[in-house]
């Protein structure tokens, strides 16, 4: 069988995405896929989504030689993609940006999106602003109380937030609200998912639009070390950061992938969210892919110090990588991230996001055991402002 590097024309990569979605949204995907189809080869659009890239997203981001991170684990050579320097502080508004430009050329100026911590609505809010689209953020009750900068941020960029008070509160009740509201209104809205998740094309459209993060990646490489690199290690929680890192260097079996999940308190503990590492295959939110399931079927309550990460399902490209092998996937704990935060602040100061501190912790170890001409590029997907209250209420509790 050929490796894919794309979903087939059902919309899997191997066994894994597809659409499980009512019927209503059928004509609505394939209205999409088609859309996408005809942007992807318009060369105005390109151009534009490059040109915002560069102006207002502030890309390319650098490829940074973090000297006294790689000098402190005494082993291979660490380079950081700083996503964190990217406007809004992370990943995702390459991903805004894209899809709001398509949003726009389809002429819909309605926009929807849930968010978890808020990470992903700020982005919309700051995209929609920019292009001057409608947004609407679905957001869980209890994440609107643990996140209220961010709540502020997106209606200060002219956003409605509207707060899910169904099930747990948070990111999964804000997903099934938001794709209610899609069903409702899909002929003048468009969804704005915030991961390589959900319904065939939205995992190849986000994978498409975080990808100039491994196309800058290879480009940086070749230019400073004419080489790629032996590792490229990255946190996992939808799988769009990794995704877009590594999918790039697919056909380059040279250089290893791995993918960095939440371990929570620990894999035996049920309190983690690593999907890849310890689910297994159903249908979570429009797609078959890895999820976390309890011994009834019913989905899990993830946890995760980093709300990023803190999701029960996975996107259906990385549960193909891990089963052809292509992708590790490992779990670094709360415990763990909280030190690789502390370990990436203090020798470079630079604060990382709670998410990408997973990925930090991981890459530091295994440099330790790699000889000093390895390179490793870690994905620092985001800064790290808005988890001080986090890792200082994390300290008390541990003291
Ligand atoms: C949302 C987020 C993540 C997790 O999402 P992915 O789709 O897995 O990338 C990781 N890092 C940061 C900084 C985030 O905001």
Request: aromatic share 8%.
């Amino acid at each position: 069988m050929k490796k894919q590097d794309s979903p087939d024309a059902r919309g899997y990569f191997g066994d894994y995405g597809g659409r499980f979605v009512p019927e209503t949204l059928m004509a609505a995907l394939d209205e999409l896929e088609q859309a996408y189809q005809e942007a992807s080869l318009d060369k105005s659009f390109q151009d534009d989504f490059r040109h915002l890239c560069r102006q207002y997203i502030g890309r390319p981001t650098p490829l940074y030689h973090a000297q006294q991170l790689s000098r402190q684990a005494s082993g291979a050579t660490i380079l950081l993609k700083r996503e964190d320097l990217a406007h809004t502080g992370a990943h995702k508004i390459n991903n805004a940006v894209g899809q709001a430009l398509l949003a726009r050329r389809m002429g819909k100026k309605r926009i929807i999106a849930e968010t978890g911590a808020g990470q992903h609505g700020v982005a919309v809010a700051a995209a929609c602003a920019l292009l001057g689209l409608d947004a609407i953020v679905y957001m869980g009750e209890e994440d609107i109380a643990r996140q209220s900068p961010n709540v502020h941020r997106m209606k200060l960029m002219g956003a409605e937030v509207r707060a899910v008070s169904s099930g747990s509160r948070t990111l999964k009740d804000a997903i099934n609200e938001a794709i209610r509201d899609w069903v409702t209104n899909v002929g003048d809205t468009y969804y704005l998912l915030g991961s390589v998740v959900g319904p065939h094309p939205y995992p190849l459209i986000v994978r498409d639009f975080q990808a100039i993060i491994g196309r800058e990646t290879r480009e940086q490489m070749l230019a400073m070390y004419k080489r790629l690199p032996d590792y490229l290690i990255a946190c996992v929680g939808g799988g769009s950061n990794s995704i877009g890192l590594f999918q790039p260097f697919f056909n380059d079996s040279e250089v290893k992938f791995i993918g960095v999940e939440a371990g929570g308190k620990g894999l035996k503990t049920k309190k983690h969210a690593a999907t890849l590492t310890a689910g297994r295959a159903g249908v979570l939110h429009g797609a078959k892919s890895y999820l976390l399931e309890d011994s009834n079927g019913q989905i899990s309550e993830t946890h995760s110090i980093a709300p990023g990460l803190d999701y029960p399902g996975v996107g259906p490209e990385h549960s193909y990588y891990k089963d052809i092998g292509r992708a590790r996937y490992v779990a670094v704990t709360d415990r763990q991230a909280v030190e690789g935060f502390q370990l990436l602040s203090a020798t470079e100061g630079i604060i990382p996001a709670l998410e990408p501190a997973h990925a930090i912790y991981y890459a530091a170890r295994l440099a330790a055991d790699l000889p000093a001409d390895k390179i490793i590029v870690v994905n620092l997907s985001g800064r790290g402002d808005k988890d001080l209250a986090i890792v200082a209420s994390f300290m008390d509790k541990k003291s």
